[in-house]
């Protein structure tokens, strides 16, 4: 069922990409219409304007992180505006200057040139449009070229105060004197955290009425009931009771049915508790229990358990501890154990410390106690993983062979987390605790990342590396529905596995390198000015628009390849077409689809007929030197696939050659001689050579049988002897009738043929069973077959003598 949903999931996008690629191979009318360019010089003026005041805003000595996001924001759809200027009159100044290029330069007059007062007056016309519409093109460059310089110079302004805020030093927590100040200000801290909580339990005494408490009530008694419920579910594949049998732990499980369950698990372990947990928030704002002052800890509160049950549910689908059989990564029992506890307390101590350092904003807690406090959690996180590392590759006294294998492929893992106690010890007792703090999220924010590419990795591997391989369930119906080969299917697989993988990792180190003070939205935009809009030879040049024509083009190649599929397995068929004309109109149905997938790509990047001349040009120069023979051959493949001289399954000659088509190429046609071999001709020895075709107008082949008889034989009888054995053979046609001919009175006996019609392809083994036939009737008949017959004379030889020396009488004979 797995299987199947999952085809009729790739159906659905293939044809939602079709439906989706269609709009930008036509362009709509609202893309044909033209901004006139006083509505562009309003635009541009508006922009300006705001541009001057965020420059204005930048040159101030202090912002900070939030004034920046927000003059981020309003920066972005200001350099989106100023794209869509320039893409839209680009093609007008073309446009204007291609008609200008057609009306020629003005006369001179001195010359005693002239023209018409119509075309002067258009020529004025054109060129006082081409010079507003080059001058609101040339502003808007200028445009973009300030934005760009006021986006980097608010990631250089956000990257400072990351800098200076993360490097800030304070006391370090095994000072003294810190301690000294938080016990100073403690009871004051102390009062304040009271206060707190006095006001909010006044708060819920006020707000929470009786329907109120049971609702929420119930909200606790649902979750307490559905989650034990769905983990049973996830576990055991049943809401009541477990229903696997004792041996299904052991049975194999295919990498798939880890993975799905794997992903029921991680979603099912975080929406539950989510839901849950979003649900109370939802309940306690409505019912206004919070005071304002407790909002921010209850948002923490709520984020953080959100985030432990996801780093649970995560690190356990993957892992699975107790349980190797569903187990993703190749794992000892023990580590996996290991490492799945000491991720969920490392996530543990750093919500705590999240929730805590809440609450100190939350009653506006003294600097020394909020230093230490940071400090300690950020030590005990990390405290936590240096434990897990001792357990999971401390000395053991029973190490196998595998498990110290094992642990030599993690070193990586060894390395990172040492490094991270080292330096985090480091920086809180030093003094550095915003660092400190801070690396410990981004350990947090790298492990649950960590996790879940692991998961993605899996899923990519295993649905497109396998799943679209020759061997995989989509690649079998992917084959079925379009005929590609198992090679193609299988480089397509690995190149689109390691395309998605290229993605994830680009994702992956924009998510890692974003705490620390890069901006990805400038790092795209970069991105953007670099690869993406770039002009040669006036042409604006677009990744993500070649990408949409390469995607269109592919959509267009397996559609057309599918429907040749179907008219071979389903259609043609059941035709009464021969097989020659089914694979032209095969062949021609292929040309004329990638043509049109060819021409629909073009559309999309933009290339209009006058564009392609300069490539047309290039293509004329290399074909007069080197493409010469590859154009003959294609256009000669052409004239053989629409003239048919010769078709899929003829028997031809060539030469000395002869065989079988077998398929008629682009460049060449596939002959597969009587010798089993394949024979490679190119198409244009077919038109300009001379080809035998045996079943070009029918099927229908002559056979000549020779027979020499003996002079003494009687011709009647020889003539239905012959005629005889042709009518009695069931390959022999009846119409044209078998004729025997009395060919000649030979120099050794009577010659005959008997002439007569079969099908061509049974033509040889008709002949030699002729052959056997009528040397069978022959004998029995009493002729004789003639045989060759030679005379040999010898003269002037000297006369014989008898051993006695009497002459001998001569005897004659024949020699």
């Not at 079709?18 to 635009?43: I, K, M």
């Not at 579910?233 to 809401?239: K, R």
Request: contains cysteine; neutral net charge.
């Amino acid at each position: 069922m797995a299987i199947q949903a999952l085809a009729g999931l790739w159906r659905a996008l293939a044809l939602i990409a079709l439906l989706a690629a269609l709009p930008f191979a036509v362009p709509s009318a609202a893309q044909d219409s033209e901004v006139p360019a006083g509505g562009s010089r309003a635009q541009i003026e508006a922009i300006r304007l705001d541009l001057q005041q965020i420059e204005a805003a930048l040159s101030r000595e202090r912002l900070e992180e939030a004034r920046l996001n927000d003059l981020r924001q309003r920066l972005v759809p200001l350099a989106q505006k100023i794209e869509e200027i320039i893409q839209r009159e680009q093609p007008r100044v073309d446009e204007i200057k291609a008609r200008i290029d057609q009306l020629g330069p003005a006369p001179d007059v001195s010359k005693g040139q002239s023209e018409s007062v119509e075309v002067a007056r258009d020529r004025a016309e054109q060129d006082r449009l081409w010079k507003e519409a080059d001058e609101t093109l040339r502003l808007a460059r200028a445009l973009g070229l300030r934005a760009d310089q006021s986006g980097q110079a608010i990631s250089d302004r956000r990257r400072q105060n990351f800098t200076r805020e993360i490097l800030a030093q304070h006391p370090a927590i095994i000072n003294p004197w810190l301690w000294v100040e938080i016990t100073k200000t403690l009871p004051a801290d102390i009062r304040a955290f009271n206060f707190l909580l006095q006001q909010w339990g006044e708060t819920i005494a006020a707000n929470l009425s009786l329907h109120e408490a049971v609702i929420l009530l119930l909200v606790l008694v649902l979750f307490v009931v559905v989650q034990p419920r769905a983990r049973r579910w996830v576990e055991t594949g049943t809401l009541f009771h477990a229903a696997e049998t004792a041996g299904a732990e052991e049975r194999e499980k295919t990498r798939l049915q880890k993975l799905m369950r794997a992903l029921r698990r991680l979603a099912l372990a975080t929406l539950v508790p989510g839901a849950a947990l979003l649900l109370l928030n939802l309940l306690l704002d409505r019912f206004e229990l919070l005071p304002g002052r407790a909002n921010s800890v209850m948002d923490a509160l709520l984020t953080g358990l959100i985030f432990l049950v996801f780093m649970r549910g995560l690190s356990r689908a993957i892992l699975a501890p107790g349980r190797p059989g569903w187990r993703i990564v190749e794992l000892s029992d023990d580590r996996a154990a290991i490492f799945s506890g000491t991720i969920f307390a490392f996530t543990l101590v750093v919500v705590i410390g999240r929730v805590a350092d809440a609450w100190l904003a939350a009653i506006v807690a003294s600097l020394p106690l909020t230093i230490a406090t940071r400090g300690v959690f950020a030590i005990l996180a990390v405290l936590v993983i240096a434990r897990g590392l001792s357990r999971a590759f401390g000395r053991r006294e029973a190490a196998s062979v595998e498990d110290i294998a094992e642990a030599g492929k993690l070193w990586h893992i060894r390395l990172l987390g040492w490094l991270s106690v080292v330096v985090v010890i480091g920086a809180g007792i030093s003094g550095y605790v915003p660092f400190a703090s801070f690396l410990v999220t981004q350990l947090t924010w790298i492990m649950a990342l960590a996790f879940s590419a692991v998961l993605a990795l899996a899923f990519i591997e295993e649905l497109v590396g396998a799943g679209v391989s020759s061997g995989g369930f989509l690649g079998r119906r992917v084959r079925d529905a379009t005929g590609m080969t198992a090679s193609a299917l299988d480089q397509a697989s690995v190149l689109g596995s390691g395309f998605l993988k290229l993605v994830l990792f680009v994702a992956l180190a924009l998510l890692v390198l974003a705490p620390w003070g890069v901006d990805s939205q400038s790092f795209l935009s970069n991105v953007r000015a670099a690869f993406f809009g770039f002009q040669v030879g006036g042409i604006t040049i677009s990744l993500s628009t070649i990408a949409l024509a390469i995607g269109l083009f592919a959509v267009g190649y397996f559609i057309t390849r599918a429907i040749q599929n179907w008219l071979d397995s389903n259609y043609l068929p059941r035709t009464t077409l021969d097989p020659g004309l089914q694979n032209s109109i095969r062949t021609m149905l292929g040309y004329v689809g990638i043509v049109l997938a060819a021409m629909f790509a073009l559309s999309q990047l933009g290339l209009s007929l006058d564009k392609l001349t300069i490539v047309a040009g290039a293509l004329s120069v290399g074909i007069g030197f080197g493409l010469k023979s590859i154009v003959e051959n294609f256009i000669s493949g052409l004239i053989l696939l629409w003239e048919r001289p010769i078709r899929v399954g003829d028997w031809i000659v060539v030469g000395d050659e002869q065989g079988t088509v077998k398929r008629i190429n682009v460049r060449s046609t596939e002959i597969l001689t009587f010798d089993r071999a394949s024979l490679i001709i190119p198409n244009s020895e077919f038109i300009s050579g001379r080809v035998k075709n045996w079943v070009h107008a029918d099927r229908t082949a002559r056979i000549i049988v020779p027979v020499g008889v003996d002079y003494s034989a009687d011709p009647q009888v020889v003539q239905k002897i012959l005629l005889d054995s042709a009518l009695a053979h069931i390959e022999i046609m009846s119409e044209p009738k078998p004729i025997v001919i009395f060919k000649n009175l030979g120099e050794n006996g009577l010659d005959f043929e008997l002439r007569c019609f079969t099908d061509v392809d049974s033509m040889s083994t008709t002949r030699s069973d002729l052959l056997f036939d009528i040397y069978r009737r022959l004998q029995e008949a009493g002729v004789m077959v003639s045989s060759p017959t030679r005379r040999l004379e010898i003269t002037n030889l000297p006369p014989m003598v008898d051993p006695r020396g009497l002459p001998r009488q001569e005897d004659e004979r024949d020699g």
